[in-house]
Nanobody, 124 residues
Framework: QVQLVESGGGSVHTGGSLRLSCVAS????????IGWFRQYPGQEREGIAS????????YYKDPVKGRFTATNDGAKRTANLQMDRLKPEDPAVYYC?????????????????WGQGTQVTVSS
């Protein structure tokens, strides 16, 4: 059974940084794709970053491009999201997700496995 466990959320001031981690267990050695999503209260989840376990291009949505960095350590089955220069519009619940095969994607319906979510708060 695949499980994704997230950690690293918390509260920072505007301009600060946080690093989210997502540790996967039960994954096979097949190719998988990692997605990072966030969800504002009362809204649907939106994809913000996606990358392949084999590296290559990392895709970012414009609101986080240049500030967030998604990485993957395949050997440790760990994905990370480094969030720098956090803004007042960044507070949300952040999720990691994984899917077998395919291309990088921002569509949450494509992902099979989800972390439990972690709250990020940014104060001025």
């Amino acid at each position: 059974q695949v499980q994704l466990v997230e950690s690293g959320g918390g509260s920072v001031h505007t301009g600060g940084s946080l690093r989210l981690s997502c540790v996967a267990s039960g994954l096979s050695l097949d190719h998988y794709v990692i997605g990072w999503f966030r969800q504002y209260p009362g809204q649907e989840r939106e994809g913000i970053a996606s990358l392949s376990m084999y590296g290559g291009d990392v895709y970012y949505k414009d609101p986080v491009k240049g500030r967030f960095t998604a990485t993957n350590d395949g050997a440790k089955r760990t994905a990370n999201l480094q969030m720098d220069r956090l803004k007042p519009e960044d507070p949300a619940v952040y999720y990691c997700a994984m899917k077998h095969g395919g291309a990088q994607s921002f569509y949450d319906s494509e992902y099979e496995y989800w972390g439990q979510g972690t709250q990020v708060t940014v104060s001025s």
